[in-house]
């Protein structure tokens, strides 16, 4: 898919520090001193999470569940948070779950971690236990194992893993039950191989349900448990075990048969260090051991644990994270003040649906660069003088659900966990709008500025976060024409998520040829042409040029691009500046805009709901939704602004994202308009309600 529009490329910087070759030389001089002794609470982590995540809902009938899709995106994306490399699928029939089981099993290899997820129906037929699919015809006992799918099948694939988890959410009551002699309620019980947990929803036998929520109730108390730090996973289990219990009045009581040998920590926190040398069975190369010790070490609450890998690892990788985790452990140290702003690296999520934030610290660098085209130069310094929060990933799909009630986005079809785009830069805005009035939070989009700090996260690497395009962005060459699911590649030093590639993000700024005159404190630059807005980031369907840290791309505030123009919020920490940020974005001015503003008192209020209708056979009758702030949306989904052009002659101007503009004269009682579209096609408008 080609999509036309105009491009800048910013160059990169010369690199600050030689800090690859050096990094090189330290780490392998490191690597090859004798073995010294490490004490962590957790043995050191496999090299490869792999999870397979299956929800079946759309069964026919009465058969047909609630949750299950919902539970399988959201177990997903924790799990890809977690670091596992996650397939999912939802509403699958037979062979699809067939192929799934064995693409999983294709990358399950000896020493890997790998998990299985179940939500919709199961059953079991003389004590073995299958998992339906949605296009299943079981009529009587015979026909279940070429109808579904039979579990064995799936611990066969887990065989190779040092650890497997295999985690059931199929004990509902099913339509498929009691048909025949043979068949029974709920789960068998599951002896389970040796390295392997099977968890239920519920005990072997027994159903549970599916639930009133977003989720089932035990998916829901597992998603929270899994974030919790620092515990086994037989303690997650326990804590998913009591609430379920309560909470169901003791009517559900999940249920585990563990063969473990070993630990496992779904979210590693809390791990302590008396000296930074791993203890590591094999050889390893120097990336390797300073991978797994920063595994180790990156939840730890204690400040000395990052001071010492500062000191042992002065050109270290993960040199920034250490920096902004110990800034933030010691501001959480100093005594309390009555207006208490969260410390540098910690993460903020303001409400359920609300998008995880994290506090990016104050700092300064270099913005632009003097070797790309004109529109990223001249290079120049710039200062953030204050902490702000920015979004960990772009908003998603399900986030913009939540607040907005409808998805626009390309690709609504793939999941909740894909980011949200097709947005223009004035939806973006009421989206903030609306999340600010929720969370009594000032939300607002990143500046430029921060933006790009945000994305080099105390660095100089070409793409954000990394040399490597590969392990930081999807783009034309990875992304197999689609965008994909957020959080699915690196984060940058300060944790954030596709900051290169996957959906381009808008910013605050109005469009400028180049950096001359730029403000120099971080803040939005408010002049310039803004009618058309600044986004930054590069999407899945740009070359690598277009995804570079200092890239930027212009387009139209109304514009709304398939599957590719999208948002990530940022917030302020300070009551002051969050009470300033609390008005609405049309109360401001700004110069040398062609932005529309509000109408005068003098001018006629056209806000309401009217009919449009072009004179032509190609184009529909519309309804055309015009609000007091200078915008407007079609019945359609494409967006408009509009301004008066000429007030005493009560012409108006309206133009919308799919490039067309309509020029329209108010009648004098103010209830019909007439006019004509750039091809000079006659244009009618009447009120909704008018005679």
């Not at 907005?404 to 894909?418: A, I």
Request: proline share 5%; net charge neutral.
């Amino acid at each position: 898919m080609s999509i036309s529009r105009a491009h800048s490329v910013q160059s990169i910087l010369p690199r600050l520090f030689a800090l690859a070759l050096t990094c090189l030389f330290a780490l392998a001089a490191f690597a090859a001193e004798p073995v010294r002794n490490l004490a962590v609470e957790k043995p050191a982590l496999a090299e490869r999470r792999i999870a397979l995540v299956i929800g079946n809902a759309a069964y026919p009938g009465a058969g047909a569940l609630k949750n299950p899709a919902n539970d399988a995106r959201d177990i997903a994306a924790k799990l890809r948070r977690l670091g596992f490399e996650v397939i999912v699928r939802t509403d699958v029939r037979q062979k699809e779950m067939l192929r799934a089981l064995t693409e999983f099993g294709d990358k399950v290899q000896a020493g890997s971690e790998a998990l299985f997820f179940y939500a919709g129906h199961g059953m079991q037929v003389r004590g073995r236990n299958y998992l339906i699919p949605i296009d299943a015809e079981i009529r009587n006992e015979s026909s279940v194992s070429s109808e579904a799918v039979d579990v064995d099948q799936l611990l066969d694939k887990l065989a190779p893993a040092r650890l497997s988890l295999v985690i059931l959410d199929a004990c509902r009551n099913n339509p498929f039950e009691r048909r025949f002699r043979g068949g029974g309620q709920g789960l068998a019980q599951i002896n389970a191989p040796t390295g392997t947990l099977i968890a239920y929803a519920t005990a072997p036998g027994k159903v549970a349900a599916d639930g009133d929520g977003r989720n089932g109730l035990y998916t829901s108390e597992l998603l929270a448990a899994m974030d919790v730090p620092g515990i086994k996973i037989e303690d997650v289990f326990k804590r998913v075990r009591g609430n379920v219990v309560r909470k169901s009045g003791e009517a559900q009581t999940p249920w585990e048969s563990s063969s473990l040998t070993g630990d496992f920590y779904f979210n590693a926190g809390g791990t302590q260090i008396a000296q930074l040398t791993p203890q590591l069975a094999g050889a390893r190369t120097a990336a390797q051991i300073e991978d797994e010790l920063w595994d180790a070490i990156k939840n730890s609450e204690k400040v000395g644990v990052f001071e010492e890998y500062i000191r042992q690892y002065a050109n270290g990788r993960y040199l920034a994270q250490a920096h902004v985790k110990l800034a933030g452990l010691r501001d959480a140290t100093r005594p309390a003040t009555p207006a208490t702003t969260p410390a540098a690296g910690q993460m903020i999520k303001d409400c359920t649906e609300c998008p995880d934030m994290v506090v990016l610290p104050p700092g300064s660098f270099q913005m632009g660069g003097n070797s790309y085209k004109d529109w990223g130069k001249p290079a120049h310094a710039v200062t953030i003088s204050r902490a702000f929060a920015l979004g960990k990933t772009e908003v998603t799909q399900g986030q913009w659900m939540a607040i907005m009630g409808s998805n626009p986005s390309g690709f609504k079809d793939y999941g909740d966990d894909f980011p949200v785009e097709k947005i223009s830069w004035h939806e973006a805005k009421e989206f903030l709008r609306k999340l600010s009035a929720r969370t009594g939070k000032a939300y607002r989009l990143p500046s430029e500025a921060e933006w790009e700090y945000a994305c080099r996260a105390g660095g100089n690497h070409e793409y954000c976060g990394s040399q490597s395009i590969e392990a930081v962005a999807w783009y034309t060459n990875n992304a197999g024409g689609a965008a994909h699911a957020v959080a699915g590649k690196q984060p940058n030093a300060f944790g954030l998520y596709d900051m290169s590639g996957n959906a381009l993000e808008w910013v605050e700024d109005c469009w400028n040829d180049s950096y001359n005159g730029a403000p120099a404190d971080g803040s939005a630059w408010k002049s310039g042409d803004c009618s058309n807005r600044v986004l930054r980031g590069g999407s899945w369907n740009d070359g690598q040029e277009f995804v570079r840290s200092a890239a930027r791309t212009i387009y139209p505030s109304t514009s709304r691009v398939f599957g590719i123009s999208g948002l990530r919020v940022a917030r302020e920490l300070s009551e002051r500046k969050e009470s300033e940020l609390a008005q609405p974005a049309a109360t401001k001015q700004e110069t040398r805009t062609t932005e529309p503003a509000p109408p005068s008192s003098q001018s006629p209020d056209i806000t309401g709901i009217w009919h449009w209708s072009v004179r032509s056979f190609l184009v529909p009758d519309r309804t055309n939704t015009v609000n007091a702030d200078g915008t407007c949306l079609l019945n359609t989904g494409t967006t408009c602004v509009w301004t008066y052009e000429d007030g005493e002659k009560r012409k108006i101007a309206f133009r919308f994202s799919d490039t067309w503009t309509h020029t329209m004269t108010l009648a004098e009682d103010g209830r019909a308009m007439k006019g004509t579209d750039n091809w000079g096609t006659a244009v009618t408008a009447t009120k909704a309600g008018a005679k």
